[in-house]
T-cell receptor, first 112, second 115 residues
Framework: DQQVKQNSPSLSVQEGRISILNCDYT??????FLWYKKYPAEGPTFLIS?????DKNEDGRFTVFLNKSAKHLSLHIVPSQPGDSAVYFC???????????FGSGTKLNVKP | EPEVTQTPSHQVTQMGQEVILRCVPI?????FYWYRQILGQKVEFLVS????????KSEIFDDQFSVERPDGSNFTLKIRSTKLEDSAMYFC?????????????FGSGTRLTVV
């Protein structure tokens, strides 16, 4: 099942700079997209979401961009902070389908 | 803040044994889910549960798996005869209004090790 891909297993960024995490999907039926953050020994926690009717959603330091034609989703964190160091998963779903499809995750390391 | 509670945090079992993973969803939530993550791999959907029945399940969720909401507060995942490949982190989740509803919350997981 390769419907959702995060091609970068890890990313290292200096504190204060921008972190950009990417996600690609294959199924054009997906219409709702989310980013989850996961610390070791904890469950995923919801970060931000976007519906397919939008191309951008912003919440504080976090912005999610959706490019439907490219089937590409990205998460921008500005400015990055050491506390942002975690694994980030993108997830997606089809309306009325009762489950998420997750990417494999990108481990972000924000260096002080 | 309300949370989804999972017990135990770590369970070790012998191959062929039955295990029950327990979850206490958020009290006013109506939809319940199990996901799993094999080490180094993606989080995978197992099953969703609503109104006391399974609403959807994945190919992984075969006859060895079952779910139950025995008493109105707990939500359990049973694996009848564990295999080595069942070793994974198992996450329970609950939500008010399905996947697209508000407050879709994951528990911190149970690490299952089958030896």
């Amino acid at each position: 099942d390769q419907q959702v891909k995060q091609n970068s297993p890890s990313l290292s960024v200096q504190e204060g700079r921008i972190s950009i995490l990417n996600c690609d999907y294959t199924n054009s039926m997906f219409d709702y997209f989310l980013w989850y953050k996961k610390y070791p020994a904890e469950g995923p926690t919801f970060l931000i979401s976007i519906s397919s009717i939008k191309d951008k959603n912003e919440d504080g330091r976090f912005t999610v961009f959706l490019n439907k034609s490219a089937k590409h989703l990205s998460l921008h964190i500005v400015p990055s902070q050491p506390g942002d160091s975690a694994v980030y998963f993108c997830a997606t779903t089809i309306y009325n389908f009762n489950k998420f499809y997750f990417g494999s995750g990108t481990k972000l390391n924000v260096k002080p | 803040e309300p949370e989804v509670t999972q017990t135990p945090s770590h369970q070790v079992t012998q191959m062929g044994q039955e295990v029950i993973l327990r979850c206490v969803p958020i009290s006013n939530h109506l939809y319940f889910y199990w996901y799993r993550q094999i080490l180094g791999q993606k989080v995978e959907f197992l099953v969703s549960f609503y109104n006391n029945e399974i609403s959807e399940k994945s190919e992984i969720f075969d006859d060895q798996f079952s779910v139950e909401r025995p008493d109105g507060s707990n939500f359990t995942l049973k694996i009848r005869s564990t295999k080595l490949e069942d070793s994974a982190m198992y996450f329970c989740a609950s939500s008010e209004g399905g996947v697209r509803g508000y407050g879709y919350t994951f528990g911190s997981g149970t690490r299952l090790t089958v030896v």
